[in-house]
Nanobody
Framework: VQLVESGGGLVQAGGSLRLSCAACGRPFSSYIMGWFRQAPGKEREFVATISWSGGNTYYTDSVKGRFIISRDNAKNTVYLQVNSRKPEDTAVYYC?????????????????WGQGTHVTVSS
């Protein structure tokens, strides 16, 4: 499956931003989807994941209550809503797809990756 992220850019702190990840290939609904991010000079970190149907989600502690992951299987797209933007949210955001069921929080659990979309939050 091919993944293409969009929606990044230079934004000010506060407010909301929605990232999108469009998939093409094998039926989208068969993948667990996740979002990761990599800040400058840091390792890639897990952000959020969502189950096949969208009924189950899981977030890293630092984004709970601010980020919302969702998916639209009819549009083959997964989203990441970033609310109350902070400068520390500055990073390249990647979406990823996993073929196996589960709550996947490590990079190794995912089989396919997008190229990433840059998000820069200024204070």
């Amino acid at each position: 499956v091919q993944l293409v992220e969009s929606g990044g850019g230079l934004v000010q702190a506060g407010g909301s931003l929605r990232l999108s990840c469009a998939a093409c290939g094998r039926p989208f609904s068969s993948y667990i989807m996740g979002w990761f991010r990599q800040a400058p000079g840091k390792e890639r970190e897990f952000v959020a994941t969502i189950s096949w149907s969208g009924g189950n989600t899981y977030y890293t502690d630092s984004v709970k209550g601010r980020f919302i992951i969702s998916r639209d299987n009819a549009k083959n797209t997964v989203y990441l809503q970033v609310n109350s933007r902070k400068p520390e949210d500055t990073a390249v955001y990647y979406c990823a797809a996993a073929r196996t069921w589960g709550i996947h929080t490590t990079s190794q659990s995912y089989d396919y990756w997008g190229q990433g979309t840059h998000v820069t939050v200024s204070s």
